[in-house]
């Protein structure tokens, strides 16, 4: 009997282990790698730098996929992201492009993928991805960039894509926050991610997906604006602002990340060289040594 309990005692013992090191392990973001998620609009120099030092400089072996964009466009061959990056001193970069998940799902159309250390996802409508590449070994050998410690970029339908909730999915029109196609790829989980929301007036667009989904967090993101995400922690990088989406804030169980005032609006926002917790869902108040210059959060009725 003594025997019997000590042994039950170390299984108990173990699987709790187990269970503690998961939660551990667990994030919100991607375990290796890095995610480049912007807003649309001009993306700007020191957006596309951090990408291309996260990809590996010169080195880097990058994907473009195209494939959110208009056919008119894709048809005529030329790649303005591709031309870019060799611009930029990149000399591997590929266009990989399809509409049937049959051709996304065979060896030959993934293997660019599997030499890749960086993918970068233009705009457009992002359903067009997620009809292309959920549920394919495209998708599998995205992801394994990750795994790999590779970056995913993306721009506007390149960023909202990232997220694990698909918004503005609707293959009616971009006005429909939750429509026909309301899966991304999950590369960062429980999240909704939008673009474009100051230049194009989105910013309270967020609030009421939210409140619908409790469990996500709402990032929203205007142009020429980025975050870096890596692991449980993102930091904004260019011209504009970031804004977080929390339930908490929202009901006004919580007081503004700046603890001056109790919240008076539904969302906060970041600027340059802001850090966030994704897990805490809290803004990071320590400044980073690359960047000790941040701003302060602003209130969205301020």
Do not use: C
């Not at 721009?155 to 503005?168: C, E, V, Y």
């Amino acid at each position: 009997m003594k025997r019997l309990l000590v042994a039950v005692f170390s299984l108990l013992l173990i699987a709790g282990t187990s269970m503690a090191q998961q939660t551990k392990d667990a994030v919100v973001g991607p375990q290796k790698g890095a995610l480049v998620i912007v807003g649309g609009g001009k993306v700007g120099p020191e957006i596309w730098a951090r990408f291309v030092e996260l990809a590996g400089g010169p080195n880097a072996n990058i994907v473009v996929i195209p494939t959110a964009g208009e056919d008119s466009a894709l048809a005529t061959g030329k790649s303005f992201e591709k031309e870019l990056l060799q611009d930029l001193g990149v000399a591997n970069v590929t266009v990989l492009h399809t509409r049937d998940p049959k051709v996304a799902n065979t060896e030959s159309f993934v293997a660019p993928l599997k030499k890749a250390t960086a993918i970068w996802f233009p705009g457009g409508r992002q359903w067009k991805i997620a009809d292309a590449y959920l549920h394919t070994l495209a998708e599998k050998e995205i992801k394994a960039v990750l795994t790999r410690g590779g970056v995913i970029g993306g721009t506007s339908a390149g960023a909202t894509i990232q997220g694990s909730f698909l918004l503005r999915g609707d293959t009616k029109g971009n006005g429909i926050l939750e429509g026909d196609h309301v899966q991304g790829l999950d590369l960062i989980h429980k999240v909704a991610i939008d673009q474009h929301i100051l230049r194009r007036n989105r910013q309270f667009d967020l609030t009421g997906v939210i409140k619908a989904h409790p469990e996500l967090l709402g990032i929203g993101i205007d142009e020429s604006t980025a975050i870096v995400v890596q692991k449980d922690t993102f930091e904004v990088f260019g011209n504009s602002y970031v804004a977080i989406y929390d339930i908490a804030h929202i009901n006004g169980k919580e007081k503004s990340p700046t603890g001056e005032y109790n919240t008076d609006g539904p969302f906060y926002f970041l600027g340059r060289g802001q850090r966030f917790d994704l897990q805490q869902r809290r803004v990071i108040t320590t400044s980073p040594v690359r960047q000790p210059s941040v701003n302060t959060p602003r209130l969205s009725n301020n």
